[in-house]
């Protein structure tokens, strides 16, 4: 997994609540056996027509907005547990998440691909969409050391939770699978004392 | 990758003794302590597994991560594979037509084979079927365990009084290479459902009431349990489908007590614990309850009494209503969600403030790990014994596993359903997802006794209005959205 430390990007302003993972990857898009090509059709059906021509009115089409930082509506990535839909994102090339709320499994996901979910409070989310209306150019900075995003045209500036684990492991690049081999012994000693 | 002792500052504690000794605690408390192996400071549980479900899907990148790390399957015997989403529900006993689904299915098959996985079961096995519907029936289930399966609807299992969550498929391959995950510990919500249910609502509409009132994250961060008399009333399946829906609410799984109910459905299945065996988990189940005054982080209470048949008109499960209401108007919808509101009417071409009563519908789809059971079946056919599909109805009938197809013909239910007009189908989620050839027409309408009504879940543009097995039938008798009541 990649390191994540600092981040300074324009965002995708995405202002829709309830953003499920079907719209991130829809179902028919999750055929395949390897983790690559999924950000092509990272909202698939919201970004192209029926002919796979780009949807003019689609934010993903729209040449105003780009860079590594997608902001949504809240409650993103409901439903279904398809880690597609992280490896949309990822492949994409967003990595942060910005939303005021965000469904669990998702948030899951997205640690384990080194993405990052920063949540937010209603207010400043407000004023990112705010921001970014006015000016597509708006940047925004998340220090994960400090645990702090800011909104670098107002100068207003939140701290955001994330455990102090999973902090660790996007500092360092780490993931959960090498940790859990590490207690291969612990394991084996908790199923003989069942 | 550096994973050296000195950089790795995620270090762990021996897990505490058992949660809250000698207070009164709530029987999710009770099941995680039982499985913690280790807590990282700060940090997430290291949580032992007890049983592993796998599908074709989800699972294929995590076994190619095993490969790459050159892991073996840690406990083969401890996962259970079927093949469901990717198959297709006609011609099982030929090849998959489409090339891309057919690797994906023999990608699994290679994937049991290389990893000697005992319990594999392809398309036409016995066993075979949706994984969520399978693994009760064949007694893979019990109180008490741990169950993760790279599914959200694994939510289904806690009906059995088990902790059991959808993951992605990076923990498939943690669960795979070493029974374990870590996981953060959800905050505790119990619902109650006072008093019983009318005559002619199901467990489905129950369910569906309360997403319409919690709304689609209004349990989020929570595990669930289901109490009260309505609750204890329902029998074990439709306990599954209540807990099947626990995450259309966003909670991370929702259980139920289990008592003699759950039980008498456990007993004598191929995979329960049978003699000395029994008698030893029986005791140990008994145990498993929220003692009283066990505190919940959140408690809501319902009147069973209030609910009637429901149906959504949204693109998310939250937005249900009862069959005879009208479709919420603007004015009532916070002003922060007025324009995904009307995004949604507008992808379900759909009016703020109409009735839905008497709307000509195309598809019903009687299926999926919510609705795919055998009293499903047995509720349809009940409803339309001796009446006829209508003309413009296409009728998708698709029961859950092979056995619940058996007992279908066993029972008789086959000749009342083909009589009426309807053909039943081969096994998996079809529709539910329409990863197969099941794909609802753009613009379609479709009362679908699945889990969700996402834009495009049932296929590009479809339309989906979501159901219990019951509104189903009477809509595929009369072509309509239809009271069953009446």
Not at chain 1, 2 to 28: G, H, M, W, Y
Not at chain 2, 15 to 40: C, E, M, N, Q, Y
Not at chain 2, 116 to 121: A, G, R, S, T, V
């Amino acid at each position: 997994m990649e390191k994540f430390i600092k981040l300074t990007s324009t965002v995708v302003p995405l202002p829709i609540e309830n953003v499920d993972t079907d719209q991130i990857i829809p179902a028919r898009f999750l055929k395949a056996t390897d983790k690559n090509g999924f950000g092509d059709n990272l909202f698939a059906d919201w970004r192209y027509n029926k002919d796979g021509s780009p949807k003019a009115d689609f934010v993903l089409n729209n040449a105003l907005y780009s860079g590594s930082i997608l902001v949504a509506g809240k409650n993103f990535g409901s439903g279904s547990s398809r880690e597609h839909a992280a490896w949309a994102i990822d492949g994409y090339g967003f990595k942060v998440i910005v939303s005021s709320f965000f469904a669990d499994i998702f948030q899951n996901n997205a640690l384990n691909n080194g993405v990052l979910p920063v949540v937010v409070s209603v207010e400043f989310l407000a004023e990112i969409f705010a921001c970014v209306n006015a000016d597509a150019k708006s940047t925004l900075t998340i220090d994960l050391q400090n645990q702090t995003i800011t909104n670098n045209v107002s100068g207003n500036s939140e701290t955001f939770a994330i455990n102090a684990y999973k902090k660790e492991c996007l500092l360092n690049g780490l993931d959960d699978i090498d940790y859990l081999l590490s207690k291969k012994a612990q394991i084996e000693a908790y199923e003989a004392a069942r | 990758m550096n994973n050296s002792e000195n950089n790795d500052k995620r270090s762990t504690t021996p897990p505490s003794g058992v949660w809250g000794a000698g207070r009164a605690t709530t029987l999710f408390d009770k099941i995680w302590d039982a499985h913690v192996v280790s807590s990282v400071e700060n940090g997430p549980t290291q949580l032992y597994i007890d049983r592993h479900f796998c599908h074709e899907v989800t699972s294929p990148q995590a076994f190619n991560g095993l490969r790459t790390r050159g892991l073996k399957v840690f406990r083969p015997e401890l996962t259970t594979m079927t093949a469901d989403h990717n198959t297709p529900t006609i011609n099982q006993d030929q090849p998959v037509q489409d090339p891309i689904s057919r690797n994906q299915l023999d990608t699994f098959a290679q994937n049991a084979n290389d990893f000697n996985m005992p319990l594999f079961y392809p398309l036409g096995h016995i066993k075979n079927g949706v994984v969520h519907i399978i693994g009760p029936e064949n007694g893979f289930t019990h109180p008490g365990m741990t169950i993760v399966c790279g599914d959200s609807h694994t939510s289904t299992h806690g009906a059995f009084g088990a902790i059991a969550f959808g993951i992605g498929t990076s923990e498939v391959e943690m669960v795979l290479a070493t029974q374990c995950v870590l996981q953060s510990r959800a905050k505790t919500m119990r619902i109650t459902f006072n008093g019983k249910l009318n005559a002619g609502v199901t467990a489905k509409d129950l369910a569906l009431y309360m997403i319409s009132k919690l709304t689609t994250g209004g349990a989020t961060g929570y595990f669930v349990e289901y109490a009260g008399e309505a609750i204890r009333n329902l029998s074990m399946e439709e306990r599954m489908t209540v807990c099947n829906l626990s995450i259309e609410m966003g909670a991370r799984g929702g259980l139920i007590a289990p008592d003699q109910t759950t039980y008498d459905y456990v007993k004598g299945r191929e995979f329960a614990p049978k003699g000395e065996e029994w008698d030893k988990k029986l005791a140990y189940w008994k145990t498993l309850k929220s003692d009283e005054g066990a505190k919940f982080d959140k408690e809501l209470e319902f009147n069973a009494a209030d609910i009637q048949p429901m149906i959504t008109y949204g693109t998310n499960p939250g937005m249900g209503m009862g069959i005879t209401d009208s479709i919420p108007t603007l004015e009532s919808i916070d002003e922060a969600g007025r324009i995904s509101y009307q995004k949604s009417l507008e992808y379900m071409g759909l009016e703020a403030g109409e009735k839905l009563e008497g709307k000509t519908i195309d598809y019903v789809f009687l299926g999926s790990c919510t609705n795919g059971r055998i009293e499903d079946f047995r509720v349809f056919a009940n409803y339309v014994k001796g009446k006829k599909k209508a003309d413009n109805i296409t009728a998708w009938l698709v029961p859950g596993s092979w056995m619940v197809e058996k007992q279908i013909r066993e029972e008789g239910l086959y000749e009342i359903l083909t009589e009426a007009g309807f053909a039943l189908r081969q096994p998996g989620c079809s529709a539910c997802l329409a990863m197969n050839d099941d794909k609802v027409p753009a613009g379609k309408y479709a009362v679908s006794t699945s889990n969700r009504n996402f834009e495009g879940r049932q296929g590009p543009g479809a339309r989906t209005i979501l159901a219990g097995p019951l509104v189903a039938a009477a809509a595929a008798v009369t072509g309509k959205i239809t009271d069953p009541r009446n």
